[in-house]
């Protein structure tokens, strides 16, 4: 009898701890109500109904990990062997087994074979317009149906995209297009200090950045920045029910009554003390057009920015005029990359951009092809302070490009005024206004000094020698 009721009182301690635990479970999986700041954690088969009464789908249990190392995918999609600096052809490291554009053709992560199948819709026009010279035609017929398509076209899947210090987001449209997407981490008017206490390294990303290099580029007459648009995100059901990658599922949660994600990246960018919360389940994100796949692994290739504004790589170009090497090196003088260097320079003084390492070539086109801008989520920080020395390869090489020049020049005039033109295409953007009225007027303030640098070379050294249209080792 004795043993019987041991039994029993065992069977009701078991029931009642068993009790407690399902409802510990359940708690977890209810949506907070507005205030609360905790994970949500819930398993990747269960789903629960969140205050909009929606089907949401939420991360197993866990916290957040960073773990993130040696991605083969990067953010430019790219692969990044160096190239020789002049004069050191023969010293360590200076020897490739392989060109540049063969290297790294192998690494195929985070790619897959987006073939351009047919010819109808524009993301595929786009893929068959790209040339040589640059990412698509001046008068493209198709681009506003192709910006529109971004932002609009049904999202089918979304994913991390792997590599790079900062979160990106991969997306699959319902037309067989992918865009690499960035959200929104900062306010319009937030202004980067690029001090000691805000050094440059540690800016985070603007997603509107993306999407005005766009615009700038193309009124600049480059057509190197690929296609960005901006759009409103539905967190719930545009990433939650559209995602099977556990890597970005486990990192969402809510926080004062919106929710958040933590992604996966360099840990100074992708902590729990710096989510990236939407208002309520709804975020700004730019959606950059992908580049197509070249023989079904990364379209470019990556090689070292001589002017970058690394701590210390600028060292080198800061204490002494490193383009008198250059000009003199028939591996930089052949072919058309160094002029885009210089106007690449232009580029980053215009958006103040620190984060241009190495620049970008298309695989394809192998040194015949053009130097694409990619990555430019760290511009627009700062319109208030500009920095000349982005401006070293065209003081210190003192050569232009003539079209680029007098193209310059016109954007000056009262009647195609650069930030006029700027904030024109950008009004139609979905997430208008892209960039802030200061932003704009740094515009012109900026695109006077880059003609009165190129004005002080023509001064220096004579308009025939400073205004080319190539480069090439006998008119040196």
Known sequence: ???????????????????????????????????????????PDHRVKPRNKQTQRVPKP???????????????????????????????????????????????SAWDDQEVVGKGHPWQQFHRDISQDALYSKDTPYMDELLHNLATVKIVNTSMFKGGSQVKLDF?????????????????????????????????????????????????????????????????????????????LNTFFWKDGNLCFIG????????????????????????????????????????????????????????KNICLDYLKDPVWTRGRFLLDLIEQGIFDFFIRNYDRHHFDMMRRYKRRGCVLFLDNGKGFGNPHVDDATFLAPVYQCCKVRRSTYFHLKELTQAQSRLSDLLRSAMSHDPIAPVITEDHLQAMDRRLETVLQTINKCIHDHGESRVLVDHLDNERL
């Open 1 to 43: 009898m004795r043993f019987i009721k041991r039994v029993i009182v065992s069977v009701l301690v078991l029931l009642f701890f068993t009790t407690l635990s399902v409802i510990h479970l359940l708690r977890q999986f209810e949506a907070p109500e507005d205030g609360d700041d905790h994970q949500v954690r819930i398993g």
């Open 62 to 108: 866990g916290h957040y990990q960073d773990d993130s190392g040696g991605s083969q995918g990067s953010e430019s999609q790219i692969h990044k062997p160096p190239l020789p600096r002049p004069g050191n052809r023969d010293g360590k490291g200076s020897k490739q087994k392989r060109p540049a554009w063969e290297r790294g053709s192998e690494i195929k």
């Open 172 to 248: 699959r449209l319902a037309d067989g297009n992918r865009a690499i997407v960035k959200p929104m981490r900062s306010p319009r008017d937030f202004v980067y200090k690029y001090d000691n206490e805000e050094p440059f390294w540690l800016d985070q990303e603007r997603h509107n950045a993306e999407i005005a290099a766009f615009h700038l580029d193309r009124i600049l007459g480059f057509r190197r920045v690929p296609p960005c648009v901006g759009r409103q995100i539905n967190l719930t059901q545009e990433v939650l029910l559209k995602s099977e990658d556990q890597e970005l």
């Open 264 to 319: 996966k990246c360099a840990p100074w960018f992708c902590n729990q003390d710096h989510p990236i919360c939407g208002k309520g389940d709804v975020m700004e994100m730019s959606l950059c057009q992908f580049l197509p796949s070249f023989e079904g692994s990364v379209p470019v290739f990556e090689l070292e920015y001589p002017w970058s504004q690394g701590v210390k790589e600028s060292l080198v170009w800061k204490g």
